[in-house]
C-alpha cells in the first residue's frame, strides 16, 4: 500500500488536512505499517522540554516493516545495487531475500559478541552494503547505531565514542576512494587510544594487513561463521532510540542527533515515496555517503521501507573520469538520481564534454539537497543531464528534521530554480521576525522556523537534553528553531537565504549569503563562491566575496570588477562584494558544506579563533586562504 500523492490539488488537500487534524492524518498514514502492538495515542507533545512522543506505546521493529512485511511480494525484486569504486569491479547486488539473510546473520553475529539493545554501536565503514547490512543488523536487535564518515579522523571519532559511550565499532581494513587506498582500522586503533570499546568487527574490504587486539578484534567473515539465518526481531517501543547521528559541523561542535523508532520509519517512507514519486521497479541513486542524514534516510531507511531499489556508490564523482556519475547512470538505468550543489557544481566546472556520449535518458526525476542551489547550478543540472524533462527537487531538511521538509513532489509541485517550493503534509512552517513575531501573508521574510511536531523530529541530543532545548527551542517560544533564514515570495514559495548567523546586514539591508553567491555565480567565469560579513566602519557590515574562478583571459583586477558589476545588475549596488578574494578552493566539511564560520574569521582577521575544525575537509586550503587574504 502506498499513500502517494498524484496531483497538485491532491496535495494541497491533503496538506490543509495535515493541519486541520494532524493525529488523524499520521495515523492513516501509520496504519500501512505493522505494528506489533498499535498505538494508544498518535501524539503527545511540548516543545518547551522538549518532549515529543508520536505513536505513545506502539511496539515494532523497523526491520520487520522492511524484511518480514514485504518478502512474500517483492522477495526477489533487488534491494540494493552496488557499485563499486573501479568500473571494472564487479557490481552486487542483493535481493530483499538476501539483504534479510544478511541482516538477520550479522544481527545474530552481534549478539553472539553481547551486543544488545540499549547499546551504543558506531559504524565507521565504507560504502559497501555491509555498511548498510550493520545499519540494519543493529536495528534488528535494538542496538543504537552511530555511523560515523570513514574519512574523518582519530580524534573526531575518539570524541563521537566518547561522547555516545559505544560498545563496539564496526569497520573495515581499508577503503578505496578515486585513486586512494586508506587506511581505517589504523584510524579507529588510533582513535582507541584516547577511548575505549569492547569489541571491534572489521571488514575486509583492500586486503591490507592490520594488527588484530586479541580478545577485542575480529573479523566480520569469522563472527559471521555458522550463524543462523533467522533472527527473531526485539520489540522496540515507537520512542525506542534507533540511531544517534552526529550533525555535519558547519555552525559549531557536532551535535549527536537522536531519531527514535516508530515517528522516523513513517516519515521517511512517506517523504520518499511522494518527494522522488517513486513507483515500483524504479532504479534509485543517491550519491550521499551513509555517514550523513541524507545516507540514512533516503539510501537505507526510506527507500528500503518503501521496497525500493536503492544504488550503493562506493567511490567519488570524478574518478576515474568528471564523467563516472553519468556512466553509473547509463550501466544501472538510474530513474532517480539525488546528489548536492557541492558535486553539480564541481561537475560544471568541467564543462558538458564529460557528459557526452552517456545515455541518461532513463532518468525520471533529480534532486538536491545540503546547501542552497544557486540558480545557474539549477539551470546546468535540468538543461545538462535532466534534457529538460525531469522535474528538480529541491528538498530542504536538516539532520534534525530527520526527513525531507520542505521540496517540491517530482513532476506535480510546479518548480521555480532556487526555491525549495513548499512544505510536505504535516510540516507547519512559521517565518519569524528577530523578536519571534510571526509574520504572516506572503512576500516576508525571515527565521524559518517549524511550530508543530513532525514524527521524524529530533528528540534530544545524546546525553545532553539542555543543548538540546537551547539549541532548537529556546530562541523562540514554542517553536523549533531550525537556524536558516528563509524568504516566502508572493506565490507563498520558500526560498532557503542560509543560515541565519550569516546573513549580513549591510547599512540597514538585510542580505542572505546565498542570495549574493547566486547572483556572483551567474558570471560566467565562477565556478564557485562563497560569502560573508566582516565588521565595517561606515556600513556596519561589509562583503567579503571568496570566489574560484576560471582564470584564462583574464586579469584578476577585471575579472574583479566584472562580478561586482554582475551583482549589481542582479540584484542591486547595496549587494556589491566590498571585497572579493579570487581562492584556489574553499573550506568545506567532509559533506560539502562550506564553512563560513571560517571564511568569517579570515574576513575579521581573528586568525586565531577559528574553532573547530575537525569536520574540515581539506585544512590546507584555509592557510592558502589566509596568504591572500585582502
Ligand atoms: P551543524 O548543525 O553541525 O552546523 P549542518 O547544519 O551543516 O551542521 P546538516 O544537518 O547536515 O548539518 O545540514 C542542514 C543544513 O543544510 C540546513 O540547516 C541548511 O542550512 C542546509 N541545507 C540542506 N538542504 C538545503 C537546501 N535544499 N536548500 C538550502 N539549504 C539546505
Ligand atoms: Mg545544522
Partial sequence: MSDRLHTLSGYLYEYQKSVAQPEEFWARIADSFHWRKRWNKVLKWNFEGPDVKW????????????????????GDRPAIIWEPNEPDEPTRTLTYRQLFREVCRFANALKAKGIGKGDRVIIYM????????????????????????????????????????????????????????????????????????ETVIVYRRTGQGTAMVPGRDFWWDEVLEGQSDENAAEEMDSEDMLFILYTSGSTGKP?????????????????????????????????????????????????????ATTLMFEGVPTYPHPGRFWEVVEKHKVNVFYTAPTAIRALQAFGTEPIEGYDLSSLKVLGSVGEPINEEAWHWYHTHIGKGNCPIVDTWWQTETGGIMVSPLAGITPTKPAYATLPLPGIQLSIVDAEGNELTGNAVEGNLCIKFPWPSMIRTTYGDHERCKQTYFSTYK?????????????????????????VINVSGHRMGTAEVENAINEHPKVIESAVVGYPHEVKGQGIYAYVICDMTNRTEDNLINEIKDTVSKIIGPIAKPDKIQIVPGLPKTRSGKIMRRILRKVAEGALDSMGDTSTLLDPEVVEKIIEGRK
Fill in 55 to 74: 505513536f505513545v506505546d506502539g511496539k515494532l521493529n523497523i526491520t520487520e516493516n522492511i524484511f518480514e512485511k514485504n518478502l512474500y511480494t517483492i
Fill in 126 to 197: 565504507p560504502m559497501v552494503p555491509e555498511a548498510a547490512i550493520a545499519m540494519l543488523a543493529c536495528a534488528r536487535i535494538g542496538a543504537i547505531h552511530s555511523v560515523v564518515f570513514a574519512g574523518f579522523s582519530s580524534t573526531s571519532l575518539a570524541d563521537r565514542i566518547n561522547d555516545c559511550q559505544a560498545k563496539a565499532i564496526l569497520t573495515s581494513d581499508g577503503n578505496y576512494r578515486g585513486n586512494k587506498k586508506i587506511t581505517v582500522k589504523g584510524v579507529v586503533d588510533e582513535a582507541l587510544e584516547k577511548s575505549s570499546v
Fill in 255 to 307: 551535535k549527536g542527533v537522536v531519531h527514535t523508532t516508530g515517528g522516523y520509519m513513517v516519515y521517511t517512507k512517506y517523504s520518499f515515496e511522494n518527494v522522488f514519486q517513486y513507483s515500483p521497479g524504479d532504479v534509485y541513486w543517491c550519491t550521499a555517503d551513509i555517514g550523513w542524514i541524507t545516507g540514512h534516510s533516503y539510501i537505507v531507511y526510506g527507500p528500503l521501507l518503501a521496497g
Fill in 478 to 502: 514554542n517553536m523549533y528553531f531550525t537556524g536558516d533564514g528563509v524568504k516566502r515570495d508572493h506565490d507563498g514559495y520558500y526560498r532557503i537565504l542560509g543560515r541565519v548567523d550569516d
